[in-house]
């Protein structure tokens, strides 16, 4: 085993927030341990973990409905289950170090997560979800290691949860994890084990186990390096005004775009790839000080996991995602037809097999570099997450299913989209949009946009929960 080198200085972190103070507070915290010893492993980050360095962790989190089981019962069940996970999840309680050659590993050294019970009574379902309004600013209190950057997991916990009850009785529960430890996919299959692990105590181990095999290019040798062991800073302004909405499309919606995207096509254009399209050329409409002739990127992240060859377990635990780049000009998108612009994302996604992911890893390998997050030119898109995620299915605690997935204010810029399932299922999607105040407030009047959105579902049935 190599030599490690001293824990980097922290870099620093700045919390964009009004002046007002949090309407959370924090009643309790702990730090809770595998329930089994985890066996002495240390998982060397990949080609596509060392990029996320500089991200934000990942912050997501489910509401729910006032649970019948009184509080103090309710947080000894989730840290007893959460200790349970851990033990079949171990980089979670670990922490990142970085050895002499400068390669940084993921060391399962069972240092534990962070676990707070925390108390909102301003704060409701009705208010943290209003039916056709932006996201309140309160949602972001609700999380933990608000504005941690992935490289200080080499001091700060991998992983940490947070329990929020609210106002009506109503529980909100967060989770924020390393981003160089986890992608999406990876982040919701331990979401998924907690739950299962919550609700089913009889059970020894989770059903669907993580595979800590680290063979998406475990061979490797490059190495992302940081002079004087200070880490990196996000690469987007954090401190820039933003307007954040979630915009729900039914099944029946996205239908109808997927029709009209493959008209007069002879290929099939996906649904997601159809709502993409349309939300491209409506946003691009809407930032009405662009040039016509600059160009404009739409980013798609895209799971690796079975487009390289041969695959690697659906279950593999750690990043394997690559960003697509689509761009074109801006009067192209802005004047374009639907099937025109699907067409244009739906071949590049196509198109990124096992060649075009082990040529991004090489160019990547000859120049390593942290992933430029952001929107710096004005006329990016950037879309995450996926409404495949299993966020509403497996996630029963005990008590019944969320209400509701938000997120915090982990990586979010002018021109972030995540996509999340649609409560009512059925292939309904809801898009969480970051935008310019300005650009907003035209999306809004965009008429072939708002066409196809409708209220969002979880607003109504969550009021109704109560």
């Given amino acids: 085993m190599s ?6 200085s922290p870099s620093p972190i700045t919390i964009s927030s009004p002046s007002a103070a949090s309407p959370v507070t924090i009643l309790s915290k702990a730090t809770v341990f595998p329930n089994q010893k985890s066996p002495p492993l240390e998982l060397k980050l990949s080609v596509s973990d060392l990029p996320m360095l500089s991200c934000h962790y990942i912050q997501k989190g489910l509401l729910f409905p006032p649970p019948a089981i009184p509080i103090d019962p309710l947080i000894s069940l989730l840290s007893t289950a959460l200790s349970r996970a851990l033990s ?19 060391s399962c050294s069972d240092t534990g997560a962070e676990f707070s019970h925390a108390a909102a009574p301003c704060l409701t379902i009705p208010l943290l979800i209003p039916p056709s309004s932006d996201v309140p600013v309160q949602v972001k209190y609700l999380f933990p290691l608000e504005a941690a950057v992935s490289h200080d997991g080499h001091f700060l ?24 430890v986890v992608d999406g996919t990876s982040f919701w299959n331990f979401f998924n084990a907690w739950a299962e692990l919550c609700r089913s105590p009889e059970r020894a181990t989770v059903s669907r186990p993580p595979d800590l095999r680290r063979n998406f290019f475990a061979e490797s040798t490059a190495v992302l390096c940081f002079p004087d062991g200070k880490g990196p800073s996000v690469t987007f302004p954090v401190d820039a005004p933003l307007r954040e909405r979630i915009f729900h499309f039914r099944r029946e919606a996205i239908r109808e775009l997927k029709s009209k995207a493959n008209d007069f096509l002879n290929e099939e254009i996906s649904s997601f790839q159809s709502l993409c399209a349309q939300v491209w050329i409506s946003v691009t409409r809407a930032r009405k000080n662009l040039q016509a002739s600059m160009p404009t990127t739409f980013r798609m992240a895209v799971n690796c996991r079975r487009r390289v060859v041969p695959p690697v377990d659906e279950y593999y635990f750690g990043n394997a995602i690559q960003s697509i780049p689509t761009t074109a000009a801006v009067e192209e998108v802005a004047d374009g037809e639907l099937p025109k612009i699907s067409r244009m994302l739906s071949g590049n996604v196509a198109a990124h097999g096992d060649k075009m992911i082990r040529e991004r890893v090489s160019e990547w390998e000859a120049s390593p570099s942290c992933f430029p997050l952001g929107n710096p030119g004005g006329a990016g898109l950037t879309m995450g997450s996926s409404p495949r995620f299993p966020m509403y299915e497996r996630n029963d605690f005990g008590w019944g299913g969320p209400t509701a997935v938000r997120s915090g204010m982990a990586n979010k810029f002018d021109g972030k989209i995540s996509a999340f399932p649609g409560r009512e299922g059925g292939g309904s999607v809801d898009l969480e949009v970051c935008l310019s105040p300005e650009t907003m407030a035209e999306l ?17 049935s969550a009021v109704a929960a109560i």
């Fill in 157 to 180: 916990p991998l992983s940490s949860f947070q329990l929020t009850e609210l106002g009506d009785g109503a529980v909100f529960l967060a989770c924020a994890i390393n981003h160089a």
């Fill in 88 to 106: 079949s999840f171990p980089p979670l309680a670990g922490r990142l170090i970085t050895h002499a050659d400068g390669r940084i590993f993921v």
């Fill in 444 to 460: 809004l009047l965009e008429k072939e946009f708002m066409y196809f959105v409708s209220e969002e579902e979880t607003a109504v």
């Fill in 3 to 8: 030599p490690s080198l001293p824990s980097p």
